[in-house]
RNA sequence: GCCCGGCUAGUCCAAUUGGAGAGACGCCGCACUUAGGAUGCGGAGGCUGUGGGUUCGAGUCCCUCGCCGGGUACCA
């Protein structure tokens, strides 16, 4: 070893080679040592965890049949970039953790895979004519190699990728059992559609229109179960996003009405869509987030992306003058899932959702989003007489008005819409309704506080306990009418709290809540609605059902063709996988992306030979066309944890033994599912929302035992970087920018020219990238582990810092320097025992490491390695002695695994240390032999005493007393606390 | 606007139920070196964002304000 040179990093570029002792660990030895054990690991398959059953259950296994733990993190989409500093931050932090449970004795399932379908390497292949196959694999490629090199403990086998054809075949398996089902309102759950159709040729339950099943034609007995399965098509109001050239779900487009990739103008279009029906499971969604050990902001978003309100849906009777009103047909409830927009089309009532029915007597108005329906059948010809000028927006007739509110409202971007800082805006349209309770005519207006969107896209305005009710009352002019009484001295205007109600009394209606609370006032309104089919309780959602098909190349097929009436049909499970047919032009015809008035054009719609397609289906070969749409991303990753658990199984998707095991509840009230996710919180309610979809789905249908798949989820942060911008606003490289500190302020300067700093990602327009690779050459693997694990708790953001790295590999050095003699590389490790004062340190260590451990404080845990290496170097001139090297060792290597297993094999041992039991303290070297307890006067420490820690209450505030008699000075203490174990406090 | 986090040394960050402020980077000094670096040893540096409250005692609990980050945006 002549040449010890690291690739220019921890600071070794000027040195010359012969001064460092030729067996320090460095960068280079680093290099050595770490693919070495790489490769062992892979060859022995160190890392395999065996199922139960299957061609990866292994009963000669160290693990067998011992306690599980199952450890995922969210897999990466593969980019072109590669993967920076930030990437591996989770997966270091899993594989770490994975690595002390399994020296701890559990049997850890961790493997690693690739979320390959999606649109960047759709986009690249459009741009360089590269078939996006190619460019994935190459990608995923490069994933593995840079993902090898951190030594991450994966079981190899298991590894997938969406966009292998054997993975692929199970998401279209999964999709059929989907389109193959139906949700049962009163079983509450998912059954197979051929349940249904069973009913329905029973009569045990009627169709749509009541006619017998038999008289159904049977297009007309396929619509009906059509409409049923939970995978369905639907012409309805989509996300149209014309640079993309595809529709989106509702998740992703952001709340200013554009794409989250790409940042595109989004327009609503009617088109005919593949829908999942994730609204059937939203009472579950919502309820059984109560079982997850989850964070709870990521609870509370999901909660609030489902929006459940709980109140009444009330029918107003409506007319276009006083006195002369329709009074239409009750409609029936609202099924599950409904897709709104379906309010009543003819000028029938006008029903409205309320979360506070117990307020309808403080009606005073009512309000229409612009859009709604019923607004053409109800405006008016003219103004009625008592018409408020306010009311008119100015306008000679209702009709006028409505027509300019509509062109005004439409015309606002979401953006602009939200800057208005609210006011509010609308118009009167001439009609009336009819207060249910009340009997008193109040006047319609549309205005665009109200959504066509959510609820039945109409309200009943009850500005007296309704803030923006309130605000368009005051613009308006209208009656306000507190039906609950606030607290005395309130000065606010609206009031949404808790009183009894006032004003609610009517005699001709025969309802009075007056003097109840809000609960009760509630439940007797809408008992009193019921009886009177003025309205019903409901419950309603803000989930709409998942937009599943994108007019994109690169994703599954579906596994659809259509007949001759247009209506699908399922491929039998013989025929998948339906493989993406090899087409030259994948393109996906793109627009101008504020062109709203395009339609998409999927690319496998060119792929003539392959869309039509003659099938023997069961009725004798027959002409079908396939299905053009492809899934979205998010397909795969909805059940890829389920793939990790038996991922050679060709039978099934997993085999349901190896699921239990891994997956299954641990208890009866527990939901089962990963044991630990680590991801980025960005997932929130998109990937994890529609991956418990599915699983729900699984569950229902008898494939798997855990109702959740992820039972404990953790947000790791997000590893940022400093990014410094000159005068110009030009960025300057990172890394060459120097911090000096002058008077307490801390500037920064590049060269001679001072620079402004940020914070934000990293990225190349940033010039502030550094690479896992950069880290790997300059320090090893296991340095670059440390310093991530030991930035911080694993769920902080930060910044990072290169220069910082070598405090890592310091403490690494020390580690090895401690086992490994640097001027002859022979073992320093001695038998002999250790001082005691050092081994009661030991087993504190142990004892804290363990504790730290299992509550994933990797830095705290590490710091206290530091801790003990510290004291050890200063204490072991002579050698070391092995009881303490040894579980040094073994403590650091869930961190430095390269360096654990070199070190451990250099004292002695043959295998590896991955299955050597992790350290555990003696609980009698825990406990001090003597307890140093601060002694307070008044509060301040006035003295110290030194006790034996069995030392009685009564010992210690003796001597503790002795010990500050002279800041007594002579006055009596009034009071003297004595925490055991801690301090004495005096009080005079 | 509303809802969550967070604010401890020049920097990144520790501190079980309230009970003498971990670790790392950087900085300074010493040893080893022709020197520098590396390594070893030692050291300095903090009225815990502001103002109040509860307590014998507050980084920790409560309230006010300020700053930073995230989510959400008229959801009836």
């Known amino acids: 070893m002549s040449e010890t040179r690291g690739a220019g990093g921890a600071g070794e570029r000027d040195t010359a080679a012969s001064d460092i002792p030729p067996y320090r660990y460095t960068a280079t030895l680093a290099g050595q040592i770490e693919p ?130 054997a993975f692929y075949r199970w998401t279209q398996w999964i999709f059929l059992r989907i389109f193959n089902s139906w949700y049962d309102t009163e079983q509450h759950r998912a059954r197979p559609i051929a349940d249904l159709i069973s009913a329905f040729e029973a009569g045990a339950r009627p169709t749509p229109d009541g006619r017998a099943w038999g008289e159904l034609s049977p297009v007309e007995q396929r619509t009906v179960v059509n409409d049923h399965r939970l995978a369905y098509i639907s012409e309805a109001p989509v996300n149209w996003c014309p640079g993309l050239g595809t529709v989106l779900a509702n998740e992703e487009v952001t709340a200013d009405g554009r794409s989250e990739r790409g940042n595109f103008p989004v327009f609503r279009r009617s088109l005919k869509q593949w829908m999942m029906r994730i609204t059937a499971y939203c009472d579950r969604l919502i309820d059984d987030l109560d079982t997850l050990d989850w964070p709870e902001p990521v609870k509370l978003m999901q909660r609030n992306w489902i929006g459940r309100s709980t109140g009444a849906h009330i029918d107003f009777a409506v007319g ?138 109409a309200i009943m305005a009850v500005p007296g306990q309704d803030e923006r009710d309130w605000e368009f009352a005051e613009v308006f002019d209208l009656a306000i009418i507190r039906t609950v009484q606030p607290p005395e001295g309130f000065e606010g205007k609206a009031y949404l709290g808790e009183g009894p109600a006032i004003n609610s009394a009517s005699p001709t209606a025969g309802l009075s809540v007056d003097g109840l609370g809000v609960a009760d006032a509630k439940a007797k309104t809408i008992e009193w609605l019921e009886a009177n089919s003025a309205g019903q309780g409901a419950v309603t959602y803000r989930l709409r059902d998942w937009l599943f098909s994108r007019q994109r190349y690169w994703g599954e097929p ?8 247009g209506l699908p049909i399922a491929l039998p499970e013989t025929m998948l996988p339906l493989e993406l047919p090899d087409i030259d032009d994948f393109s996906p015809k793109t627009f101008d992306p504020n062109d709203a008035d395009t339609s998409p054009e999927t690319p496998l719609s060119r792929a003539r030979e392959w869309v039509e397609v003659e099938l023997d289906l069961g009725d004798g070969p027959k002409r079908y066309t396939r299905e053009t749409n492809t899934m979205p991303q998010w397909a795969g990753s909805c059940w890829y944890e389920l793939r990790y658990l038996d991922p050679t199984n060709d039978a099934s998707f997993v085999d349901l033994e190896n699921e239990r095991y891994w997956m299954g509840p641990q208890s009866p009230s527990d939901s089962g599912g990963v044991d630990l996710y680590v991801g980025g919180v960005e997932h929130a309610v998109l990937h994890l929302l529609y991956a418990r979809f599915w699983h729900k789905v699984l569950y229902d249908l008898g494939h798997i035992t855990s109702f959740e798949p992820f039972r404990r989820l953790f947000n790791q942060g997000y590893i940022q970087a400093y990014a410094y911008s000159d005068e110009r606003g030009m960025y300057v490289p990172a890394e060459e920018v120097s911090e000096v500190v002058e008077g307490g302020t801390t500037s920064y300067y590049y060269g001679e ?157 043959e295998h590896s240390l991955a299955y050597e039991p992790f350290p555990v303290a003696d609980p009698a070297l825990l406990v001090a032999e003597s307890v140093t307890y601060p002694v307070q006067v008044n509060g301040k420490v006035r003295g110290r005493i030194e006790v034996a820690a069995e030392a009685s209450e009564d010992e210690v505030r003796a001597a503790a007393l002795a010990e500050v008699a002279s800041a007594l000075d002579g006055r009596d203490p009034r009071k003297v606390i004595v925490v055991v174990g801690r301090m004495v406090s005096v009080v005079v």
């Open 36 to 165: 070495r054990w790489q490769d062992f690991w892979e060859e022995n398959g160190t890392f395999h965890a065996p199922n139960p059953t299957g061609p990866l259950a292994d009963a000669s296994h160290p693990r067998a049949g011992a306690q599980k733990f199952f450890v995922m993190d969210m897999f990466p989409y593969p980019s072109g970039a590669g993967l920076h500093v930030g990437h591996p931050l989770g997966y270091i932090g899993t594989d770490s953790y994975g690595r002390y449970l399994r020296m701890a004795g559990r049997n850890v399932l961790h493997a690693m895979g690739f979320d390959a379908f999606g649109l960047p390497a759709e986009q690249y292949a459009v741009q360089t004519g590269t078939h996006p196959r190619k460019t994935t694999e190459a990608n995923v490629e490069r994933y593995r190699a840079q993902l090898r090199r951190l030594g991450l403990a994966y079981d190899d086998r298991r590894s997938v990728a969406t966009t292998d054809v």
């Open 320 to 457: 276009d003058q006083r006195g002369d009103f329709a009074v239409g047909d009750q409609r029936g409830d609202f099924a599950v899932g409904d897709q709104r927009g379906d309010s009543p089309t003819s000028a029938g009532p006008m029903r409205v959702f309320t979360t506070r029915p117990d307020t309808v007597f403080g009606a005073t108005y009512m309000v229409m989003a612009p859009e709604h329906d019923l607004v053409d059948a109800l405006v008016a010809d003219a103004w009625p007489e008592g018409t408020k000028p306010a009311w008119t927006g100015g306008h000679a007739n209702p009709r006028e008005a409505v027509d300019a509110y509509r062109k005004f409202a439409a015309g606002k971007t979401e953006v602009e819409r939200t800057a208005e800082t609210r006011d509010k805006t609308g118009v009167f349209i001439g009609a009336f309704a009819t207060n249910p309770a009340t009997g008193e005519p109040i006047p319609i207006f549309i205005a665009d506080y109200v959504l066509a969107g959510y609820g039945t896209g």
């Open 558 to 565: 579906f596994p659809i063709v259509f007949d001759e009436t």
């Open 753 to 909: 020219k001072k620079v402004k700093r940020e914070y934000g990602k990293m990225g190349k327009s940033l010039k502030n990238v550094v690479t896992p690779d950069d880290m790997c050459a300059a320090y090893g693997a296991d340095t670059f582990r440390v310093y991530e694990m030991s930035m911080g708790p694993l769920d902080v953001s930060r910044p990072w810092e290169t220069r910082a790295v070598v405090g890592s590999y310091r403490f690494l050095q020390r580690v090895w320097r401690l086992v490994v003699d640097e001027a002859t590389g022979e073992p320093r490790v001695v038998d002999v025992e250790i001082d005691p004062e050092t081994e009661r340190l030991l087993h504190r260590t142990i004892a804290g490491v363990r504790a730290d451990m299992d509550g994933l404080r990797f830095n705290t845990s590490i710091a206290k390695l530091i801790e003990l290496t510290n004291r050890a170097t200063s204490v072991t001139a002579g050698g070391t002695p092995r009881a303490l090297a040894e579980p040094l060792v073994l403590m650091t290597a869930p961190f430095a695994p390269h360096l654990a297993e070199e070190l451990w094999q250099r004292m002695g041992h």
